[in-house]
């Protein structure tokens, strides 16, 4: 395939990347097969490619198009430490850790960890999608179990991130947790935690989250090679069922079917809602994503609040003090197990000591006046840090991190009056192309500073002539072939992933948007979803300006809960609260769950709800109508790099 064919648009390596990139090879021991080693350690079996079928037999995972990364030595495209990353991320199978505790690796972002308890199996994260999770299990049952004695007993969520329970409805049923049949264990506020980050920020999240993973690139060595925790996000049929034991105590340790666990909960590290695990009887730490093979995020590229790092390097101190000395084997729900007391006290030791370093440093540079983009260019890991592979920034990202850092304390603002409120992108992007001369002008200049490789300054000056006129298509070209350069060069696979996607949609623009709906809420989410909340991202998409001048109340009642919540709209700002607070509403709607979930689809679905009696309205229903007129749909698939 030639370079300028579709679907392959991208360029060969420079000769300043092809340099750079030597260079990256010459820091490190690239033969050291540790990594593998461990990876393999413990191996049972497989099935070809990690292949995953969905019921309609097309593949929700399969590793087959990452065959490429076979190959030992890193081509000129991919940054030589991501390159081993990548292949250490491509070995996948049944494994076991140590007698009775066994992981399934490679065939979702995530682990997962299968338990042999006395009677039955106890899960730890069933994966992303149900399809996933359920050959996962099977993998299991067909090398360890075949005539499956050992029913699941219980599932644990380690945190409240997607890839961690989203494909539980593949290991058990929604009916087996509401009877207890199997025992379904999070950290306290992880319902809380789960489904506010998918539904309030879900739009632009999981945009945003396309440039991270880069989901939609091809598999090869100029495109998406890998995500740093794993290969990339599947995609499957996900869904969620509540939790019926919930872990509140700083400590807590349960016999879960035989089996004995401390649970040590470390909320607002990398998720809101999350736990460690110690399993004395069997010598084995589970830092859950606390402690992977990588440089994590304090804030990933596809948005999030920001992570406490003085709270993470804590609670894996915590863990080091209490736990290690009694460790045989570290793992994690990512990656790789870390065999033997040393290796996993040096482990545990540098993760604390990675997240404290990033911390109090930033802290230090802004303590001396420093601004989030002088942190980030001041700030370097120590040389015993800078030199382990578990501390570098192949999922996180050093600069971005340490900005992370300054945003938890400080905010997004710098302090700098200049930066209070400066134009937006594009006319900015206007003033600065008229100051620069004019696109001729500034193309020019562009182009030489592209030829001496200084491919960063070239995005950021390409950027302002892309906003200020996006149809100039030798601006997205240059703009395009330094983005994928930086992409070649970098270390960190979200930075690449996001380099790539973003070359890819100079070139062609951003992907069409789905049919219909705002695409966020599916109907899983909707039966877990709090009616607060449900309420809350309803409140996001009311239109302010259009709904200004509209005065609201509104009692809305469910009535498969017997609940009712009072909405009230005034000054373009729509408020909820329980009960209907007796003054009078002017409509009182009364509905189910199944007709709450058409909601989410924009006002033509809700409409046909209500005309095919799924729900009913009493009183004025035109006040009704007159909220659903305000409601703004919206393109999952908005412009990034372009206006």
């Not at 579709?6 to 490190?28: D, E, Y």
């Not at 239109?543 to 000054?571: Q, Y």
Request: charged share 20%.
């Amino acid at each position: 395939m030639s370079d300028d064919e579709p679907g392959r648009p991208f360029k060969p390596a420079s000769l300043h990347t092809c340099a750079a990139n030597s260079g990256v090879a010459r820091q490190f021991d690239l033969a050291d097969a540790s990594s593998f080693e461990d990876a393999r350690r413990g191996f049972i079996a497989t099935i070809p490619d990690a292949l995953v079928l969905g019921a309609n037999g097309r593949p929700v995972w399969s590793l087959e198009a990452y065959r490429f990364l076979e190959e030992a030595t890193a081509p000129d495209t991919v940054n030589p430490s991501l390159w081993r990353q990548a292949r250490v991320n491509c070995i996948h199978g049944l494994f076991e850790v140590v007698p009775r505790m066994f992981q399934v690796r490679g065939f979702d972002i995530a682990n997962l960890t299968i338990i042999e308890g006395d009677t039955g199996l106890i899960l730890i994260d069933p994966l992303t999608f149900a399809e996933s999770a359920r050959t996962a299990l099977d993998l299991y049952y067909t090398h360890r179990d075949p005539g499956r004695t050992r029913p699941v007993r219980a599932v644990i969520y380690s945190h409240s991130h997607g890839d961690h329970y989203g494909g539980v409805e593949g290991v058990m049923s929604a009916a087996q947790g509401a009877s207890g049949e199997v025992q379904v264990i999070a950290p306290t506020g992880f319902m809380e935690a789960a489904i506010a980050e998918n539904v309030l920020a879900g739009i632009p999240m999981r945009r945003r989250s396309m440039f991270q993973f880069g989901q939609l690139l091809e598999r090869h060595a100029r495109a998406q090679v890998d995500a740093g925790l794993g290969k990339t996000m599947g995609r499957g049929t996900m869904g969620l069922i509540a939790p019926n034991m919930v872990i509140e105590r700083p400590i807590e340790t349960h016999v879960i079917d035989g089996v004995e666990i401390e649970f040590q909960l470390t909320p607002e590290t990398e998720a809101p809602a999350e736990m460690n695990f110690f399993f004395p009887g069997m010598g084995v730490l589970n830092l859950a994503e606390n402690g992977c093979h990588t440089m994590h995020n304090l804030c990933p590229i596809r948005g999030a609040k920001t992570r406490d790092a003085l709270a993470w390097s804590k609670y894996l101190g915590y863990a080091l003090d209490h736990y290690v000395e009694r460790t045989d084997v570290v793992i994690a729900q990512h990656h790789w197990p870390t065999w033997g007391r040393d290796k996993a006290r040096a482990f545990v030791s540098e993760q604390r000591d990675l997240y404290r370093h990033m911390h109090d440093q930033t802290l230090r540079l802004m303590a001396h006046g420093m601004t989030p983009h002088e942190v980030a260019a001041e700030y370097a890991l120590p040389a015993g840090l800078a030199r382990r592979w578990h501390a570098r920034p192949y999922y996180g990202a050093t600069a971005h991190n340490v900005r992370a850092v300054y945003a938890h304390y400080l905010g997004p603002y710098d302090g700098n009056p200049v930066n209070l409120n400066p134009y937006a992108p594009v006319e900015a992007g206007q003033r600065y192309v008229e100051y620069m001369g004019g696109a001729d002008a500034l193309l020019a200049r562009a182009r030489a500073d592209y030829e001496r490789g200084d491919y960063r300054w070239v995005v950021q000056v390409t950027h302002h002539l892309v906003f200020a006129d996006p149809a100039n298509r030798a601006a997205r070209s240059l703009a395009a072939d330094a983005m994928e350069q930086l992409a070649y060069q970098a270390e960190s696979s979200t930075w690449r992933n996001a380099y790539v996607l973003g070359a890819k949609e100079l070139r062609e623009g951003p992907p069409k948007p789905p049919p219909g709906g705002v695409g966020v809420i599916t109907p899983q989410i909707v039966a877990m979803l709090p009616m607060e909340l449900f309420f809350d991202f309803l409140a996001v998409r009311v239109n302010g300006p259009k709904a200004e001048a509209l005065s609201l109340k509104i009692d809305w009642h469910m009535s498969d809960e017997n609940r009712t919540w009072r909405l009230t709209l005034s000054n373009g700002a729509l408020s909820n609260s329980a009960g209907s607070h007796g003054d009078a509403a002017q409509a009182t709607v009364q509905m189910n769950r199944a007709a709450l979930a058409k909601l989410v689809g924009g006002g033509a679905q809700f409409a046909a709800a209500l005309a095919a009696g799924e729900l009913r309205v009493a009183g004025d229903a035109s006040r009704l109508a007159a909220l659903l007129g305000v409601l703004d749909n919206f393109n999952p698939m908005f412009a990034i790099v372009e206006p």
